[in-house]
């Protein structure tokens, strides 16, 4: 079977940010994406809010990250995965071409939003629908826009597109808001908000770009017409999840939590991006999970290729284990490595605070600091070592 030491999946801005850090740290790096580089941003006409790039298109701004990827001798696959699987202590990434072997696996799938359905929807967006009121909201300066749902986030960003529209209409089809109280009467404070209620949009119309909505009351069944400029869905956000659920801890919905790392519940397997459960969705954030979970990576690939060949694959080993955050030990670490170096003697200074993991897999957390002999990766003896005199006493 292939086998790599990274293997991200998804080459959005996360996925393509994590493929330049773990390249830059010496990674070997293979991403796969089943679609075309770029992720989410492929699908709209105007980022302004990157820093360092004042105005591109989407697919330009993806276009750039792809070509810095590539400087860094990435490898870009296309293939799909369908799963990842743990088989005995290894990942699998199981493609549509095939099985790859992972030594670290970067979930960096993103995330989609919920279509209304309604004709006229999918051909303008970009062009006045919208699903992203940070992203979106400062192209409609002074124009008349509309909100459609009735939930936290439509009142929310309702209430945040006022600071650019010159009025936001509110879409719900029920006739009172299921959003916070708070929120709710924030938003009906606000005079450049008028909700439109017991109504649904049937279609969107305008000549290229977003110019008329005709809605139907769902009570009456009246159909009229709504000129706006602009129309905001805030009807769900889903993560592309698929490939890990029930594999990782995830919150509602499938939106996967990671620590501050970006590691998942799942040794080894880290996760980037609007696949998150966190608060805001966005290239700049994506990019910096990325850049997290490549060093995360990187960081426990190097730990595990370091104590497979100095204390696991060896017949026999002597190794010192401590922990680098109690000075006393980190003291005691120094002084077994001169008396090891003045009896010729090559022994593992393994730091328990860094190698955490593999120290709690041999069982040895509770008994630090210590000689440990192990035999083809097993633990045969522990002797604790608390002070110079046990360090005396053992290199006799
Ligand atoms: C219309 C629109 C406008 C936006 N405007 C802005 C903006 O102006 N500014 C801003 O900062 N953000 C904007 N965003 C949000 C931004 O695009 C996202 O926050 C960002 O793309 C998230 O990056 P990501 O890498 O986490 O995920 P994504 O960009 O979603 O990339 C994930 C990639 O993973 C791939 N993938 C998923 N599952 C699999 C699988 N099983 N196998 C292989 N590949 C897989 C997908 O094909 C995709 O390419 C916008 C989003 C949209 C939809």
Known sequence: MEKRELVIIGAGPAGMTA???????????????????????????EIENWPGVQRATGPELGNMFREHALKFKTEFRTAEVKKVELREDSKIVVTNKGEIEAEAVIVATGAYFRRLG???????????????????????????????GGGNTAVEEGDYLTKFASKVYIIHRRDEFRADRAAVERALSNPKIEPVWNSVVEKIEGDGTVENLVLRNVKTNEVSNLPVAGVFMFVGQSPYDECVRGLVKAAKDGWIIVNEGMETSVEGIFAAGDVLNKHLRQVVTAASD???????????????????????????????????????????SNEVEKAAKAKGIKIPIIDAYKNNRMTE?????????????????GVEKVTRVDSESDIAKVFI
Do not use: W
């Open 19 to 45: 493929a330049i850090y773990g390249r830059r740290a010496g990674l070997d790096v293979l991403l796969l994406e089943r679609g075309a580089a770029g992720g989410q941003i492929n699908t709209t006409e």
């Open 118 to 148: 309604c004709p006229g929807e999918a051909e303008r967006v970009g062009q006045g629908v919208s699903y992203c009121a940070v992203c979106d909201g400062a192209f409609f300066e002074d124009e008349v826009v509309a909100v459609v």
């Open 290 to 332: 990325g850049a997290v979970a490549a060093m995360s990576a990187s960081a426990y690939i190097n730990e595990q290729i370091h104590l497979r060949s100095s204390i696991l694959e060896p017949e026999s080993v002597t190794a010192f284990f401590y922990q680098s955050i109690d000075a006393a030990q980190a003291r005691l």
């Open 361 to 377: 897999k041999l069982g040895l957390s509770s008994q630090l600091p210590a000689l440990v002999q192990l035999h083809r990766g």
